[in-house]
């Protein structure tokens, strides 16, 4: 259990729908970050938060958005969901800055999206 | 551009040793990650190197060469539970992780 929490599990959902996942860091860690892999696909990176402010963004789309939130929790939101946006979608959380050790990413379980 | 390559699959046995070999460009660096996948399943930390040398971890060690721009994972005495993904991640400059696309280890008996 690497500490950091993703709810749903599963989420079920149609073309055009919008639909938020949530995401709670590890206890300590300031940075979030959001990543999609697609069946038997590697890792992509979507958005990085720390400490409440956008650190880094990476290929998402216009159509996705996220935030972090005072108690360092963050929420992805996927809007007019298309049948190729079915994947899994990880957070991961850090301590966060400019140390090796700090940037060691943990992630949690994953939301497995499936869009009919 | 940032650039990270690695195999993207391997066959090895059981019992034996295999080194997953895993190159990288990237805008300045500040060291290297390897995690561990199972399908479906999170990424798992298993090693970090910054300085150049090899980090022995139990089955797993880890080689870096910052000047050759090269890292290995080798794992010895492999066991059926280590068929899975490895990914190679390289911090840049701005400690930001640049991930290789995985290398698929597939065991056999």
């Known amino acids: 259990d690497s500490g950091v929490t993703q709810t749903p599990k599963h989420l079920i959902t149609a073309t055009g729908q919008r639909v938020t996942l949530r995401c709670s860091p590890r206890s300590g860690d300031l940075s979030v970050y959001w990543y999609q892999q697609s069946l038997d696909q590697g890792l992509q990176f979507l958005i990085q938060y720390y400490n409440g402010e956008e650190r880094a963004k990476g290929n998402i789309l216009e159509r996705f958005s996220a935030q972090q939130f005072p108690d360092l929790h963050s929420e992805l939101n996927l809007s007019s969901l298309e049948l190729g946006d079915s994947a899994l979608y990880f957070c991961a959380s850090s301590v966060g800055g400019e140390e090796v050790w700090v940037a060691t990413q943990y992630f949690g379980p994953g939301t497995r999206l499936l869009v009919l | 551009g940032q650039n990270i390559d690695q195999p993207t699959e391997m066959t090895a046995t059981e019992g034996a040793i295999v080194q997953i070999n895993c190159t990288y460009q990237?805008?300045?660096?500040?060291?290297l990650f390897w995690y561990q996948q199972h399908a479906g399943e999170a990424p798992t930390f298993l090693s970090y190197n910054v300085l150049d040398g090899l980090e022995e971890k139990g089955r797993f060690s880890s080689f870096l060469s910052r000047s050759k721009g090269y890292s290995y994972l080798l794992l010895k005495e492999l066991q059926m539970k280590d068929s899975a993904s490895y990914l190679c991640?390289?911090?840049?400059?701005?400690?930001?992780?640049?991930w290789g696309a995985g290398t698929k280890l597939i065991i056999k008996p």
């Open positions: 991640a390289a911090i840049d400059e701005d400690y930001q992780l640049i």
């Open positions: 990237t805008s300045g660096f500040n060291g």
